[in-house]
């Protein structure tokens, strides 16, 4: 077996040999490359652990040009609480008190379509050791979930398989599920998006980074065995389309026992503080490949691997399996030779298995033996770092002119009229599966574990407390929305950004910092690469225009299985995921969204624009897609933040919900249903203020509105509060019961009245009844 | 009987009493004993005294491999005026400990079954020894399926009748008050625990059911079945009522701002029903512990 390994002797002994880069998925000129980097031509080991790391997935190839905007547009003020940028395995924010977090996003898309159950469960689990790479302790997760067609069979597999999966790996490893999000829409029938957030905390002391440095220290490998599970998940599923069926592509899914990584962070955490580690790295995408050439890169010298030491489940993978294994649950590290015993004891401790495979040394190059016999010799920086970067075409495509001059408007879309099309248009839109409570969902998630869950769905943001002695805390929210993105990618990816920062700032959080997930379609098709670079340019520039930086996030291309559909791509809606974090000095003063009493007075904050381009409405009772989403004014969202902000600090606001999707209409419910409380409201004077119909009032999705309840004898702090900051403001109604009504409704004075408990047990059988 | 002079325990008591502990020698302590009957000052003085000692009890918390919800457990125990400490599963000795908590989690992964390797754990030889002795000892949830592995307690827990973890608020009825962790409750009293579980649905033969139905050995009862229960037992009791296993988790409503929603009150996570089963515990030994003086057993107080 050993004697056919290919070796850097044979290689160079049997130049001309053909080798199957292509099915590697490496194009002809990234191998030609590879061949001119190492003079002579890859060994089988070598072209694996390229044809992985220079996969799109690994080594953001197509969008990387573009990626470094977020650097370029970075200014001094935002990077002040950075401790650790773009580049690492999850950004570092400085929180005060000694206290940091680290965040991050990560897709798992094409193996969720592929295997929904254990697809979305190691989307959780890598995610998960990203955050522990950096030293810090996971301590909560959230999920943002896009499916095809509600309708659709294949829906229900997937919907299931992955709710499935995100709740059992992220239950057994005792991380409360904060929140996320939920969209049906038909552009996401062959690609449904599975991303997965994971914050983890630490003390400033704590940081570990990725570099193996300190020459002659040791390179352990631990945690699961290597198996044959997932080899090229990177380089095959991920950075590719489903063209030649799925059957072929399950091996490459990975199998995930979040039992294993649940022992792994414990015993991480333990070696931290122990200090037994000079460098981390966990093993994702890309396996060994990726970890020993990162590791290798980001430190100080070379490294050596002796790669039989590599303990297996199954002994008859070759060497050129071994790297590429995408086995979950391992995780690597560079530990200084005094330490090894200390480090060993603690593994010990835990029943992990650790295999000592090499050494940190000071030759620049990464060497890889197997059975004594050198089968890799390279840089580790042309894998890891200098990978190839593509300037592709982009181009505006037509058929966005068409999408954009068909508005709401020119297409004439008929609004309801009389108060009979008016209740039946409201009772759609209730049951529409897009607005519908997620509870169905979010109960099979545990939210209470480690018991520092302030908010979580249906909350604006997640609020987890991260000091229980000053009640220090940070919020969480992402954002998204594929309809306004397709009809503009750049105001579609700062819509995303102004939303995950409002969700936020109405908690009464500071947003401090962002995380992105970048799903879009084939990059090499003109009109995609389009949507992203315009994407990316727009949340570039939003992220200064907030002051907010960028920490790390992750892309996911070739989400384009599906045929064309008049002339528009066959592309997944572009989905720029967003995601905002922010501090809350004393998260017992968080807001939370519903309405919490009876009496009190609903303002809604910022102007409501005719804005129905794009919005839930047009496509439930429509089915309409086009014109031009909603203006983002940063300005105003800035100022109203701090209103919020300032209002939940000084503790007069009860309460606060951001308007977005389903716009006035769903916000009024959703408030509603938190704690079935109704409420009264007129619009009358909106409608004159903002010179809009019923309609827009009701279902607009002007960006900037948030509706804030206050007791009636603290209506004059908010006021002074909003004309100090500039934001305009109107009261709407009160909370509750009015007197004389029997029932317990939303009343919408002039336009309908709806009973909360029936409307609220409508929206909860919504999904159950589709999925179950 | 000399209980009825006794202030209740609250825990500004506690705090006070552990200003007392700190004041008092053991010289005093003996004279205080001897003068037990005399005056009602010092009755208080040693009653402060026997809180205080309470205020040290040892709540040993286990954690397997696996276990998730032992920090909530000792932050329980530490709310309700206790000391939480951290036992092993390695570990062969309990440690000084007055009572055991087996907290929840996935043991092991339940890849077997639910609690069925944490049975051979090397500390668990200890907690089934003390607790046949009589040591009090919970067990939440996968704590719960441990101890019917166990056989601590009769019955098991399988899957959901309806197939999913489910995740959610649950009320309950408290059946019975008289076990070392439910005396703080008043008898049918209603409560609000979370409960988050793939395998909570308690089952047994019928001779099972009927036995633990005729020595009042259920203690808590759901309000509305949420996984297919026999008998809506959501927690039980062994003979003695030292062992107590139930599958909603007490600790995850300890502490307003953390804890379950109220409809009725309209308070926003504050209900903190969970508490009383942790401050039950500590009022069980402050009781054991003042028997010598009083003759008085827990049982027969109310606190």
């Known amino acids: ?772 | 009987m000399a209980s009825q002079d006794l202030p209740p325990l609250t825990s500004d008591r506690l705090v006070s009493a552990y200003n007392t502990l700190l004041e008092f020698d053991k010289r005093e302590l003996d004279t205080l004993k001897s003068e037990f009957d005399s005056t009602s000052v010092v009755k208080t003085r040693l009653f402060d005294y026997t809180i205080a000692q309470a205020a040290c009890v040892r709540v040993g918390i286990v954690v397997f491999p696996g276990t998730l919800d032992d920090q909530d457990a000792a932050r329980a125990v530490r709310l309700s005026g206790a000391n939480p400490i951290p036992l092993w599963h390695a570990d062969s000795s309990l440690g000084n400990v007055d009572a055991v908590i087996l907290p929840g989690g996935f043991s092991y992964g339940d890849y077997l079954r639910c609690g069925a390797i944490s049975r051979f754990a090397p500390i668990m030889e200890k907690v089934v020894d003390a607790a046949r002795a009589g040591m009090p000892v919970l067990g939440i949830c996968n704590g719960f399926q441990i101890l019917t592995e166990t056989h601590l307690l009769p019955g098991a827990l399988s899957r959901n009748s309806h197939q999913k973890f489910i995740c959610k608020e649950q009320t309950l009825s408290v059946v019975n008050t008289e076990t070392s962790w439910t005396s703080d409750f008043e008898e049918q009293q209603i409560v609000t625990f979370p409960l988050k579980n793939g395998e909570g649905r308690f089952v047994a033969d019928e001779k099972t059911i009927n036995r633990l139905e005729a020595e009042g050995r259920v203690v808590f009862r759901y309000t509305d079945n949420p996984n297919g229960s026999i008998a809506n037992i959501a927690g039980i009791t062994n003979e003695k009522g030292n062992v107590v296993g139930l599958m909603p988790h007490p600790e995850h409503a300890v502490e307003a701002g953390f804890g379950t929603d109220d409809r009725q009150s309209n308070s926003f996570k504050q209900g903190i029903d969970g508490l009383n089963i942790f401050k039950s515990l500590v009022a069980k030994v402050i009781y054991d512990d003042l028997a010598p003086f009083t003759g008085v057993t827990s049982g027969s107080v109310e606190v």
Request: negative net charge; charged residues 20%; aromatic residues 6%.
């Open chain 1, 1 to 772: 077996m050993t004697n056919l390994v290919d070796t850097v002797e044979r290689a160079l002994n049997t130049p001309d040999r053909e080798q199957a880069y292509a099915q590697l998925g490496l194009q002809e000129q990234e191998y030609r490359q590879i061949c001119n980097i190492l003079g002579r031509r890859p060994t089988d080991a070598e072209l694996a652990m390229y044809s992985v790391m220079w996969s799109e997935h690994c080594s953001y190839k197509s969008s990387k040009m573009h990626l470094r905007k977020f650097g370029v547009n970075m200014t001094e003020n935002m990077r002040k609480s950075l401790m650790v940028g773009m580049g690492e395995n999850a950004g570092v924010v400085d929180i005060g008190d000694g206290w940091a977090v680290t965040f991050k996003i990560e897709s798992h898309n094409h193996p969720s379509f592929v295997e929904p159950f254990q697809g979305a469960a190691t989307g959780i689990g890598g995610i998960v050791r990203d955050i522990m790479a950096m030293g810090a302790r996971p301590v909560a997760v959230m999920d943002q979930l896009r499916f095809g067609d509600v309708d659709n069979e294949d829906t229900k597999r997937v919907v299931n398989g992955a709710v499935a999966g995100i709740g059992h790996y992220g239950n057994c490893l005792g991380l409360p599920n904060i929140g996320g999000e939920l969209e049906f829409d038909k552009s996401y029938q062959g690609n449904p998006l599975v991303n997965a957030l994971c914050l983890g905390v630490l003390r400033h002391e704590d940081l570990h980074l990725s570099g193996a440095t300190g020459h002659g220290n040791q390179i352990v490998l631990f945690g699961a065995r290597t198996g044959g599970d997932g080899i090229g998940g990177a380089s095959i599923l991920a950075s590719d389309t489903f063209s030649d069926g799925e059957e072929t592509k399950r091996p490459s899914v990975q199998v995930g026992d979040p039992f294993m990584e649940k022992i792994l962070i414990e015993c991480c955490l333990e070696m931290f503080s122990a200090g037994v580690i000079a460098g981390i790295q966990d093993l994702g995408a890309a396996g060994i490949s990726c970890a020993t050439s990162e590791m290798a890169a980001m430190g100080d010298g070379g490294m050596h691997v002796n790669l039989e030491r590599v303990l297996l489940r199954d002994s008859s993978l070759t060497p050129e399996q071994i790297l590429m294994s995408e086995s979950q649950e391992r995780m690597m590290a560079a530990v200084p030779t005094h330490k090894l015993a200390e480090f060993m004891a603690i593994a010990d401790r835990w029943d992990v298995e650790t295999a000592i495979i090499g050494q940190v040394n000071g030759s620049g190059r990464l060497t890889i033996d197997y059975h004594g016999q050198q089968i890799v010799n390279i840089d580790p920086r042309t894998a890891a770092i200098a990978s190839p970067v593509y300037d592709r075409p982009y181009k505006r495509p037509l058929w966005q002119d068409y999408l954009n001059s068909h508005s709401v408007q020119i297409d004439a879309l008929k609004r309801p009229t009389t108060p009979q099309e008016m209740l039946e248009t409201a009772m759609k839109m209730l049951q529409w599966p897009n607005l519908a409570s997620k509870k169905w969902v979010t109960d099979q998630y545990d939210r209470y574990v480690q018991g520092n869950t302030v908010l979580s769905m249906p909350d604006d943001a997640g609020v987890v407390r991260i000091d229980e002695s000053t009640g220090l805390g940070v919020a969480i929210s992402t954002d998204s929305n594929g309809r306004f993105t397709k009809l503009d990618p750049r105001e579609g990816a700062r819509l995303a950004l102004a939303e995950a920062y409002l969700n936020v700032a109405t908690t009464g959080a500071k947003p401090l910092a962002v995380t992105d997930c970048l799903n879009f379609g084939n990059p090499e098709q003109t009109d995609t690469m389009w949507q992203l670079v315009e994407a990316i340019e727009g949340l570039a520039d939003g992220c200064r225009e907030l002051e907010i930086p960028v920490t790390g996030g992750n892309v996911s291309l070739y989400n384009s299985t599906g045929s064309a559909e008049n002339g528009v791509n066959s592309s997944i809606n572009p989905t720029p995921v967003v995601g905002v974090l922010g501090v809350i000095e004393n998260v017992a003063k968080a807001l939370p969204s519903g309405f919490l009493n009876s009496g009190h007075l609903i303002f809604q904050l910022g102007n409501t624009l005719p804005e129905l381009d794009g919005s839930v409405w047009a496509d439930c009772v429509h089915g309409h897609l086009g014109g031009m989403p909603p203006i983002v004014d940063y300005d105003m969202i800035k100022r109203i933040g701090n209103v919020l902000m300032d209002g939940a600090r000084l503790g007069f606001i009860k309460s606060a919900h951001d308007i977005s999707d389903g716009g006035f209409f769903q916000a009024l419910f959703e408030c509603a249903f938190r704690r079935q409380i109704g409420c009264r409201v007129k619009l009358d004077a909106l409608k004159r203020r903002d010179n809009i119909d019923d309609t827009e009032a009701l279902f607009s999705e002007s960006v900037g509105r948030v509706l804030v309840m206050v007791d009636p004898s603290d209506e004059k702090f908010l006021t002074v509060l909003c004309v100090q900051y500039n934001v305009p403001y109107i009261i709407l109604g009160t909370t509750g019961k009015h007197v004389d009504e029997p029932e317990n409704t939303v009343f919408v004075e002039g336009l309908f009245e709806i009973n909360v408990d029936n409307a609220k047990n409508m929206s909860e059988d919504i999904l159950p009844n589709k999925f179950e």
